[in-house]
């Protein structure tokens, strides 16, 4: 990342652009004058353009002008930028600059044996601690909380770890008035 902003690079190995053909196909759908030059990044422009393409048949995968486009449009409602780098026969790089601010999400760390994961923490309702044994009186798959019975899902159970310490840690999750421990 860098200030407030981070980056992500995606990078291949190929070819590269070829901004001959989509010089050819813009000017084949009158997107572009035959008679001025232009630059890599105005055809770069294009190309980045709604129902562009310079495949010569539409198959499953491309040919249909939906692709940069759609990338384009949603990295622009992220307000971000997308940046793209080539260089004949040695490949392409696609940069996308994302506000740090949607990147970053508070979240509650839960370890399961040696493994860490993270819970959104807007979706905690709340946290305690239980002896195992009284934490299933009824069945293994609910549990009482606030006088109602709530699903459980063991993550020991889940992750196939074995061991259970005495207590138990309950983080009961509230998402869209549904709730689950």
Same mark, same amino acid.
């Given at each position: 990342n860098s ?8 990078q ?6 070829d901004f001959k053909?989509?010089k ?5 759908? =009158? ?14 422009? &294009? ?9 010569d048949?539409?198959?499953?995968v ?22 793209i780098?080539t260089?004949?026969?040695l490949?392409?790089?696609v ?10 999400l508070d979240?509650? &760390?839960v370890k &399961? ?10 979706e905690?309702?709340?946290c ?32 196939s ?12 999750? =509230? ?5 689950i421990a």
């Open positions: 200030g407030d902003h981070v980056f992500i690079q995606i291949d190995d190929g070819n590269g652009i053909k989509i050819e196909k813009a000017i084949a759908k =009158n997107l572009l004058s035959a008679t001025k030059e232009y630059t890599e990044k105005e055809l770069i422009a &294009v190309m980045m353009s709604a129902g562009f393409s310079t495949a048949s539409v198959t499953t491309s040919g249909r002008g939906v692709g940069m486009d759609v990338v384009k449009k949603e990295i622009n409602a992220l307000r971000g930028e997308i940046d780098s260089e004949e026969g490949g392409t790089i940069t996308l600059r994302l506000p740090l601010t949607l990147t970053i979240t509650l &760390v &399961v044996s040696n493994e860490k994961y993270l819970i959104p923490i807007n905690v309702e709340y305690y601690e239980e002896e195992h044994s009284k934490l299933f009186k009824t069945n293994r798959h609910l549990i009482n909380y606030e006088n109602s019975f709530i699903p459980f899902v063991s993550l020991r159970e889940f992750f770890v074995e061991e259970y310490p005495e207590k138990e840690t309950v983080i009961i999750i =509230n998402k869209n008035d549904t709730r």
